[in-house]
């Protein structure tokens, strides 16, 4: 079983910066994609932002140039620097881990986080 700790979410003014960060932990052998998605009131879940285990990135068109994903291998950690943020950026964000290999199990899962509260207000 894998477990996801996610932190760093919370209330920020209009034009500031969050740090997101995704833990993680279990007999995890390695993880081939790490992400982030989001949801807002009455909208569906929408990819943010996600990182393969060689370092490929791939964002949301509404989020290019502003935020920036990163993961440490070794910690099995994602991260997700949000800067400018916007009012629109408001959502629950959820880490993704994708493609997960466990020790002694040749089959590969998918985890979902439970979510962070990201608000965007002045």
């Known amino acids: 079983q894998v477990q996801l700790v996610e932190s760093g979410g919370g209330l920020v003014q209009p034009g500031g910066s969050l740090r997101l960060s995704c833990a993680a932990s279990?007999?995890?052998?390695?993880?081939?994609?790490m992400g982030w998605y989001r949801q807002a009131p009455g909208k569906q879940r929408e990819l943010v932002a996600a990182?393969?285990?060689?370092?490929?990135?791939n964002y949301a068109d509404s989020v290019k140039g502003r935020f920036t994903i990163s993961r440490d291998n070794a910690k099995n950690t994602v991260y997700l620097q949000m800067n400018s943020l916007k009012p629109e950026d408001t959502a629950v964000y959820y880490c993704?881990?994708?493609?997960?290999?466990?020790?002694?199990?040749?089959?590969?899962?998918?985890?979902w986080g439970q979510g962070t509260q990201v608000t965007v207000s002045s």
């Open positions: 993704n881990v994708d493609g997960v290999i466990i020790y002694g199990d040749p089959a590969t899962y998918d985890y």
């Open positions: 990182i393969t285990s060689g370092g490929n990135t």
């Open positions: 279990g007999s995890i052998f390695g993880i081939y994609a």
